[in-house]
């Protein structure tokens, strides 16, 4: 089994969590697969979800103008290209820090356009919790469609079509290491041991590796998107040294070493 093989970095990063933004905004502690489908369809070009609301919209004008009878739709309505094209690639994310977890700091800046708030002045006093030097390392499975051929040529050669960036252009993103892989056979001479985030269905029972102290970072984490309206599908991602009572499904090795694909 194929796959290409890169290590993802920035100097800070910012995934927000959708749930708070009272007194901050909070940021999820690993890029998640919306996300990263994001960043992937920026590198090939594909639209987003600004441009599927404009065309949404287009379509509506037009059936306005010659006075056609159609179902009204969200401008929402449908996937945005990027995601439409790349949701069935399985990728195996890795956290590259200690126990899986990045420090965080909390950023404060002003939005003074003028508009952005109701106070004297139009300034709007921006809280929001960023990475410290996140770090992971991404693997791709080939399914074999154009995309993913596409994916590897641009990702190998360096190229890209728009900048990747971390959640939004406050974070530029960093691409090393990329290489294609050749993947084996899940790897239990050790044990039902993971080495990367994996979807937490099956129970930890086990003990950790020999000579590393224990530890279990989880996440509830976004890994789909809801086709209506675009909400985040979640599901509780793991990261962990101790050992699994069974190994998660699509599950695939590389240097003796465990990586789930979601």
Known sequence: MKAISFELSGKTACFRKPDVNQFAYFTYNNIHKPVLLGLLGAILGLKGHIQLSNENRQIEEENKAIKKKADKKPLNSGFPEFYEKLKDLKISITPLAPHGYFSKKIQVFNNSVGYASKEMGG?????????????????????????????????????????????????????????????????????????????????????????????IFQEVSPLSLQEEFHFYEYETLCFTNQELDSMPHNTHSLNQKNYSFF
């Open 123 to 215: 300034n709007l006093i921006v809280r929001e919790q960023w990475l410290e030097e996140p770090k992971w390392q991404i693997m791709i499975l080939d399914n074999g469609s154009k995309e993913y051929e596409q994916l590897k040529e641009y990702l190998l050669k360096g190229k890209a079509v728009y900048v990747p960036y971390l959640g939004k252009n406050d974070h530029p993103a960093t691409i090393d290491e990329v290489a294609e892989v050749t993947l084996d056979e899940v790897y239990l001479k050790e044990g039902n041991y993971m080495d990367s985030l994996f979807v937490k269905r099956e129970k930890i029972t086990g003990f950790e590796r020999e000579g590393e102290m224990p530890f």
